[in-house]
Nanobody
């Protein structure tokens, strides 16, 4: 599966951004989708993920973004979204979308995930 992320930018603290990730090349609806981020000088870290099945779908969030970020998906458009509200300077990073068969394996073995190119988010104070 090929992934194309977009929506990053420069915003002030407290503002919102919505990232999008369009998938192609495989059955999007069969993959768990997620977002990771990498801040300057730091390792890549998990942000959020959403399952491929279930109603409601299972979601998972890293503690620093709980209550501020919301992940969602539109299987008809083969797109996953990350709505980011109340942004903080510490959210500044390159954000990557990712795909794997399940949320658990996506988090446990990210080296095996499908990856898109990153989209840069900068939050000024």
């Amino acid at each position: 599966v090929q992934l194309q992320a977009s929506g990053g930018g420069l915003v002030q603290a407290g503002c919102s951004l919505r990232l999008s990730c369009a998938a192609s090349g495989s059955t999007f609806s069969r993959y768990a989708m997620g977002w990771f981020r990498q801040a300057p000088g730091k390792e890549r870290e998990f942000v959020a993920a959403i399952s491929w099945s279930g109603y409601p779908r299972v979601t998972d969030y890293a503690d620093p973004v709980k209550g501020r970020f919301t992940i969602s998906r539109d299987n008809a458009k083969s797109t996953v979204y990350l709505q980011m509200n109340s942004l903080k300077p510490e959210d500044t990073a390159v954000y990557y979308c990712s795909a794997d068969k399940a949320i658990a394996t996506m988090r446990r073995n990210p080296q095996n995930n499908y990856w898109g190119q990153g989209t840069e988010v900068t939050v000024s104070s």
